[in-house]
């Protein structure tokens, strides 16, 4: 059975792993390319847009792809209605892996917003000490409130820094001892993230609950209406499911 999977996150990492080594299965991973060195996973990736609807119903019907995951990060929201609308013009069945937002918990102080230039203006006019976590792509709305002193956290170095900040890289999974250390040590005063969910990132938000830091949380964009499970292994389950089916 051939599959291909929609990558970009650790679910899609996971189920590359799990699916290796599984003859019945022919699954390929693709990434939208923006990471220069994505961690090495055991099947076969490709890399790079496919043109749009049209471009990903040619790859689909051209590859003879019997199964689409879209495991894509919660708001890469136009791959995802790429995925859904490409699936039913090719008649191919789709999963995604949605994995739950995150939820307030006692203690929290979080002000919800509806997108970055949201985000950029709860910072509100005192100057603050900002920890960024929002992902390079979505830096500039904050270029509009400069008085703040940014310290921005990303994957890769930020190539296009479009506001004066101070900039580290690094990649999760964090804990939460040394996100406390790093929030005290640069004397942050509100953290702005996505509600991106999952535990590689999360321990942040503990970290922010305990020091008493206000959070400014983006909310996802609405996830396109079409069958899902939560994680890698749900998703490895429908896969084994459908190839059963198939006799394979
Ligand atoms: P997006 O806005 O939904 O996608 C933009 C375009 O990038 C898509 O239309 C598609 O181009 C291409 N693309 C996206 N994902 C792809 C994939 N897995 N394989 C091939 N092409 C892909 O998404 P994005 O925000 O640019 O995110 C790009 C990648 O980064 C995704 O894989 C996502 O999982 C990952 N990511 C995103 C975020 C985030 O916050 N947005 C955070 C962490 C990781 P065509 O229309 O030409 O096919």
């Known amino acids: 059975m051939k599959v291909l999977i929609l990558g970009g996150t650790t679910e899609a990492s996971a189920l590359a792993r799990d699916l290796a080594g599984d003859a019945r299965i022919d699954a390929t991973l693709s990434y939208a390319g923006r990471t220069r060195a994505p961690a090495p996973v055991p099947i076969p990736t490709r890399s790079g847009g496919f043109g749009g609807v049209q471009g990903l119903v040619h790859h689909l019907r051209a590859r003879a792809i ?5 495991a894509t ?39 919800d917003v509806p997108d970055i230039a949201a985000a950029a203006a709860a910072l509100g006019p005192v100057p603050r000490r900002v920890f960024l976590t929002v992902g390079q792509q979505e830096l500039a709305p904050f270029a509009d409130a400069p008085w703040h002193d940014y310290l921005i956290r990303s994957v890769e170095p930020v ?16 804990a939460e001892d040394g996100e406390r250390r790093l929030l005290r040590a640069a004397r942050i005063e509100r953290l702005v993230t996505k509600n991106s969910g999952g535990s590689a990132t999360a321990a942040k938000l503990a970290a922010a609950r305990a020091l008493g830091i ?32 198939r006799g394979e």
């Open 66 to 70: 019997d199964a689409l995951v879209d």
């Open 73 to 111: 990060h919660p708001f890469a929201a136009r791959m995802s209605r790429h995925a859904a609308e490409a699936a039913i013009i090719a008649g191919v069945p789709l999963l995604a892996i949605v994995r739950p937002p995150w939820q307030r918990q006692p203690g929290d102080c979080w002000t």
């Open 159 to 174: 190539t296009r820094l479009p506001l004066r900040a101070k900039c580290i890289t690094a990649r999760g999974p964090f």
């Open 214 to 245: 206000p959070v400014i949380m983006v909310s996802r964009p609405p996830a396109e209406a079409v069958l899902s499970v939560p994680d890698a292994a749900g998703a490895l389950a429908w896969l084994r499911h459908r190839a059963a089916d």
